[in-house]
């Protein structure tokens, strides 16, 4: 599976970006698509994850009621709705696609994904 992001940059507080995870090759073994943010210094996290059959979301509390998780219809691409955006959100984001039929049980944990993109920078500060 190869997963490509971009739409990240610059905004001030309170703005909004949307990011998005263009994903291509194994169809048939792809069990969810997610992404996860690293800032400076800090471990990889959690922030949005949608399950591939039935379209389930789960969301990092931090975030939730401000992002949304999407997909197209003809499952794609992946896309990350990033609304009143805060400046500890400022990281690199990265799309990850999991193969493992069991991730619904734990869609959060970094292990249950085996394909990630190359990272897009979201600044935001004034």
């Known amino acids: 599976v190869q997963l490509q992001a971009s739409g990240g940059g610059w905004v001030q507080p309170g703005g909004s970006l949307r990011l998005s995870c263009s994903v291509s090759?194994?169809?048939?073994?792809?069990?969810?698509v997610a992404w996860f943010r690293q800032a400076p210094g800090m471990e990889r996290e959690f922030v949005a994850a949608i399950m591939w059959s039935g379209g389930t979301r789960y969301y990092r509390d931090s975030v939730k009621g401000r992002f949304t998780i999407s997909r197209d219809n003809a499952k794609t691409t992946v896309f990350l709705q990033m609304i009143s955006l805060k400046p500890e959100d400022t990281a690199v984001y990265f799309c990850?696609?999991?193969?493992?039929?069991?991730?619904?049980?734990?869609?959060?944990?970094?292990?249950?994904?085996?394909?990630w993109g190359q990272g897009t920078q979201v600044t935001v500060s004034s």
């Open positions: 990850a696609s999991s193969s493992f039929r069991g991730v619904i049980l734990s869609p959060m944990a970094l292990g249950h994904y085996d394909d």
């Open positions: 090759g194994r169809r048939e073994s792809r069990s969810a």
